[in-house]
């Protein structure tokens, strides 16, 4: 079945610092490839997707790129601030199914 | 106006006990989802339902029922509940899957569940 590791458990930064955050996958599809934000108390929220066809994803500052060839994918921001603390969660869409496969998060902290 | 609300945000319950948590939706969609998380970990897909009067198992459907009354509206049951079980749940709701063409699922606001 389908497969997400995200190692990064916690990364701490400093405004205007770079972000960079890094999941591998697994999987027998065509895969959409995506990054969830939850703020605290809040549900996830979309915050990127990208697909085999275009290779990466921009918003609100943020960049997602994949890897075919290492089936990795990426998240980076060149300069965060606190507002960006969050949970950030790397998920596989399975394009036969729908169905999404969560990494475990990565918890950023921002501090001023 | 949140399009998914969840009630109750939050819930103590007994081991054994029965345990009902709701999920509304307001996006008109046809695809309903529960998930459960636990601290240090990535939402894991309990059960959905793509139309009214149906549900569909997910990864994880043991010890846990679901009913879709509505296209409105989503519950998922707790029959016997367990320490396990305590975690927060996760309801979302999408317009379907569409294969290639990911259709996003928007994310209720969560229910913690406490079992003692």
């Known amino acids: 079945g389908d497969s997400v590791t995200q190692k990064q458990g916690q990364v701490t930064l400093s405004e205007d610092d770079f972000l960079f955050i890094n999941c591998t996958y697994s999987t027998t599809t065509y895969p959409t490839l995506l990054w969830y934000v939850q703020y605290l108390g809040q549900g996830p929220q979309l915050l990127l997707k990208?697909?085999?066809?275009?290779n990466k994803g921009i918003s609100r500052g943020f960049e997602a790129t994949y890897d075919k060839g290492t089936t990795s994918f990426h998240l980076q921001k060149a300069s965060v601030q606190e507002s960006d603390s969050a949970v950030y969660f790397c998920a596989l869409a399975n394009t036969n199914t729908g169905k999404l496969t969560f990494g475990d998060g990565t918890v950023l902290t921002v501090k001023p | 106006e949140a399009a998914v609300t969840q009630s109750p945000r939050s819930k103590v319950a007994v081991t054994g006990g029965k345990v009902t948590l709701s999920c509304h939706q307001t996006?008109?969609?046809?695809?309903m989802y529960w998930y459960r998380q636990d601290t240090g970990h990535g939402l894991r897909l309990i059960h959905y339902s793509y139309v009214a009067d149906s549900t569909e198992k997910g990864d994880i459907p043991d010890g846990y029922k679901a009913s879709r009354p509505s296209q409105e509206n989503f519950s998922l049951i707790l029959e016997l509940a367990s320490l396990s079980q305590t975690a927060v749940y996760f309801c979302a709701s999408s317009d379907g899957d569409r294969g290639s063409n990911y259709a996003e699922q928007f994310f209720g606001p969560g229910t913690r569940l406490t079992v003692l």
């Open positions: 996006n008109n969609h046809d695809y």
């Open positions: 990208v697909t085999t066809a275009n």
